[in-house]
């Protein structure tokens, strides 16, 4: 093959391989076109007749030129109207109307007699319109033909008239002009597509990767908010429940509703701001120190500090967060929420790791003499009874009886209750160590699904049949908890409300109430005692702390630990009527649970 032939094959190989507009691009393109095309129609119109208006020697135009003219008129406005109402095949429509322009232009090119300037740049302008909206072959073939109707044009009229060299080559410098304005277009336009496939491309993957980022944050654990201009712009899903503020974007269909209900001056607010709006306010009531700590926060650097959620607040499983204040490069700002029962639970561990360790080491060593201690005491218990019946059996043969040995038998008996004494206080401390190798023993929790519903009276009936206490529920929620964890919970605090209660009426008494706050569940056990005392608040939760003689002070330590482990709270609520000890617990789905299993 001829080199030349090799080139022609390289130049159509890369027309058929060119890319397109896109389809909304064509359309947008199309309308142009198709607007331009009618101002050109009828501006041509108007300057023929304006010119012969104005010179009084120019004869009316010819036959061919108003017929020409006034169907290129008529041909505009009804492609014009055929591309916006018709949206199918639009590049088929875009090629006859281009196919038309040609033919009108070599038609007027004609009845002029000779190539002027202006039906050149017409030319120009429909030869680059066909390779920026029609595919490469086809743009071709409407260059091609408009080089061929000039040229046959130009041969015509020499053959009719008189043969000029000149005009023919004009006619032959207009064809050359077309191809090369034809291939410059060409290129423009596969480089117009190639950046608008770029950038679409482009624009997908910072979608994606919004996508991404917004799930991300929404499943993080940890509250993320961003504050730009005094103005809160992102806050998750973890934000909402670490405050306590309702998640109205939770419930898409009646967010609109819900938040009408709650700010009446946002009601008719459209778009998709209003939950932040709505969490601002919110925020700004219930967390003010919040919000102005982190607005106060200094700029430039990262600080942090930990927020006491408010006494409003306290229905929550949370009550302290960690807030980290990052400084961003556009002079906004990045707040992340801890929850911090996280490391709560992880000192605990630590904690009873440590403990474990201890008892441990002194345990078999503690037991071991207590275990002496106890026996001895037994024994002389029952030497003393033993001695006490043989000197009181009314069948005895001794009836001599000094009051030495009566004397003996008084002491004999007041050692009697000294001996109690010390095997009840061995019992005592058999149960505290007992009670804190339980506690230093416990391992990592067999977290469980548990259906509140049937749970708790199953328990309540195998622990407490014969007991007076009474179980109140309002919901059926479902937490994830280890059942033996809630069992020694629940036992500690109902034994707490049947022993307190009989103190202050006839018969022991204790109410459990279950209920749903937010996103927790919430465990009340009540009795009508008389409650806990202002000074011994604070020391509640301590080991070893108790006001009964009787306990060992480890019931409300190991329940609160166990709380812990859990991810749960244990508290003391001093403002209810009644006394009252609430666990609170993170509800969760039975059906995300199954679905995550």
């Known amino acids: 093959m001829t080199p030349v032939s090799n080139t022609m094959t390289t130049i159509v190989g890369s027309l058929h391989q060119a890319d397109t507009l896109p389809a909304s691009q064509l359309r947008r393109l199309g309308v142009i076109y198709n607007s331009y095309r009618l101002i050109i129609s009828v501006f041509l119109l108007l300057m023929v007749y304006a010119a012969v208006k104005t010179d009084e020697s120019l004869l009316l135009p010819s036959l061919l030129q108003q017929t020409a003219l006034i169907f290129y008129l008529i041909l505009s406005l009804i492609l014009f109207g055929l591309f916006l109402v018709a949206l199918r095949r639009p590049r088929r ?142 806050a998750n899903h973890a934000a909402y429940q670490l405050l306590g503020i309702p998640d109205l974007e939770a419930s898409a269909t009646d967010s609109q509703e819900k938040l009408s209900s709650f700010i009446p001056q946002y009601q008719n607010l459209v778009g998709k701001d209003y939950p932040l709006i709505y969490f601002q306010q919110q925020l700004a009531e219930q967390h003010s120190q919040l919000l102005a700590d982190c607005l106060s926060a ?68 503690i037991r071991n003499p207590l275990a002496a201690i106890s026996q001895a005491s037994q024994l002389l218990i029952e030497d003393v009874v033993d001695d006490t019946q043989a000197t009181d059996d009314p069948g005895s043969t001794n009836t001599n009886v000094t009051s030495t040995q009566q004397q003996t038998a008084v002491d004999m008996t007041g050692n009697h209750e000294l001996y109690k004494i010390i095997f009840a206080q061995t019992k005592r401390v058999n149960r505290i160590i007992e009670d804190i190798l339980k506690l230093s023993r416990q391992q990592k929790p067999n977290q469980q699904t548990i259906e509140l519903s049937t749970w708790m009276p199953e328990f309540l009936h195998n622990y407490y049949s014969e007991h007076n206490v009474v179980l109140r529920s309002d919901s059926e929620p479902a937490v994830k908890f280890d059942t033996h964890h809630l069992e020694q919970i629940l036992i500690n605090l109902i034994n707490n409300a049947l022993r307190y209660s009989s103190h202050t009426q006839t018969h022991s008494y204790a109410e459990v109430e279950i209920y749903c706050v937010q996103n927790d569940v919430i465990i009340d056990v009540l009795d009508n005692g008389v409650g806990v005392g202002a000074d011994d608040i604070q020391h509640l939760f301590n080991p070893f702390f108790t006001t009964d003689k009787a306990g060992t002070g480890l019931g409300l330590y190991l329940s609160q630990a166990f709380s812990e482990v859990n991810h749960a709270r244990l508290l003391y609520v001093p403002e209810h009527e009644k006394t009252c000890f609430r666990l609170i617990i993170p509800v969760v789905s039975i059906e995300t649970d199954v679905e995550n299993e």
Do not use: C
């Open 298 to 365: 200094a700029t430039g650097r990262t600080s942090d500090f930990v927020y006491e959620l408010p006494a409003a607040a306290n229905a929550s499983v949370v009550n302290r967060l960690r807030v980290q204040v990052t400084p961003l490069k556009d002079h906004s700002q990045l707040i992340l929420l801890e929850d911090l029962r996280r490391e709560q639970a992880n000192v605990q561990q630590l904690k009873l790791a440590s403990l474990g360790q201890l008892t441990a080491s002194i345990a078999h060593e």
């Open 93 to 234: 429509q875009l090629a006859f109307g281009l196919g038309i322009d040609v033919i009108i232009l070599s038609l007027l090119l004609y009845t002029s007699g000779a190539p002027d300037l202006q039906l050149t740049m017409l030319y120009m302008v429909v030869v680059a319109a066909s390779f920026m909206l029609l595919p490469s072959s086809q743009a071709l073939i409407i260059t091609l033909l408009a080089i061929i109707f000039v040229i046959y044009q130009q041969f015509f009229y020499a053959i009719a008239n008189s043969m000029s060299l000149t005009n023919l080559g004009d006619a032959l410098l207009m064809s050359a002009s077309f191809l090369a304005v034809g291939f410059l277009s060409w290129s423009i336009s596969q480089r117009l597509v190639y950046v608008e496939k770029f950038a679409a491309r482009q624009a997908e993957e910072v979608e994606r990767l919004n996508t991404i980022n917004q799930e991300v944050i929404s499943q993080m654990l940890n509250g993320v908010m961003v504050i730009d201009r005094q103005r809160i712009v992102l």
